[in-house]
């Protein structure tokens, strides 16, 4: 059985997330780099996830495995994506936990 290494990164959509078939397709400038990543998401587990927050500038963690050379044009398919930030304030300001 062949094993593919788990990569984090996170980032920001650089647009928002395109439907692709089975498949969404998110563009994401990872931290720290100037190169945007192609990123494939599939199935039901991501859907609604994607529908309410994949929009043009929302921060991004991706946990998920690198693509093969296949020609697919994606550079990593997604296992979990939580996207940022949840836990702040509409103006960007961290909440406290109550």
Known sequence: METHPIIWFEG???????RAGDEW???ITPSGSARAVTVAAGGA????????NAR???????EGVPCEDDGSG?????????????????????????
């Open 56 to 62: 043009a500038g929302a921060g991004i963690v991706v």
């Open 25 to 27: 397709i998110l563009k």
């Open 12 to 18: 920001v959509l650089t647009k928002k997330a395109e």
């Open 74 to 98: 994606f550079d990593v398919k997604a296992r979990l994506l939580a996207f940022m930030p949840s836990h702040d304030d509409p103006d960007g300001t961290e909440t406290e936990d109550e």
């Open 45 to 52: 587990e991501h859907e609604n996830n994607i529908r309410e």
